[in-house]
């Protein structure tokens, strides 16, 4: 991956909150209506993620055509909201809400409609209120040892939900 982000090497752990549902347990909807995750929300991705070891977060996708951009392969911005996603699915782990401030991608190699991919999404650790988080998008059919199709990275900050959706939640 030839991506310039800068993952600081002073990060500080960052700690499952003991109150997160379980490994192996479905990352609970954290909005109905998201356009990532929401069971509810009309033309979403509809994203199922598990919480994994090590603060992951993984799910599958199957990409469909209304996913293309160029001919044939999947628009570079549906990648970016799978990235975005999965990052702040497996920022779940750590019993926060945090708000995307960064979001970074590499894209190494074109995604053809109708790949399944599998998408893991890692909390990389903390600094003050910012949470980095590292997501891979591999073809799931490509086998465990595959390299990853893009790549990306995000910083998250920790809010407090409800000063931060209160002029905007319905
Ligand atoms: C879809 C929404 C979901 C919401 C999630 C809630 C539920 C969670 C549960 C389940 C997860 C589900 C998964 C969801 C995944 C998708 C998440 C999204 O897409 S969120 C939408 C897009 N993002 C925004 O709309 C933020 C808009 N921006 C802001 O509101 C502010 O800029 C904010 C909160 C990010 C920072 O503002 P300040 O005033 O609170 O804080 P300051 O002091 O500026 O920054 C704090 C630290 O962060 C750094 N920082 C801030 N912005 C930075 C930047 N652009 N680059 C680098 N560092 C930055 C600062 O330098 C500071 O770091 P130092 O501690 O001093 O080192």
Redesign the pocket.
Known sequence: MKTTFVVPDDLEPARRDPAAPAIGEAVPP??PR????GPDAENGLHLRAVFGENLTATATLVVEPRFEGGPGVIHGGIVSTLF??M???A??HLGV??????LDVDYARPIPVGTTLRLVGRVLGR????VYSAVEAFDDAAGPDAEPLAAGHG???V?D?RA?FAATRP
Do not use: W
Request: proline fraction near 3%.
């Open positions: 954290h909005n998201c356009h990532g995750c975005d996603e990052m702040g699915l920022n779940v809400v945090a708000v995307t401030a960064v600094q003050r209120r910012k910083i998250f900050v809010v939900p931060h």
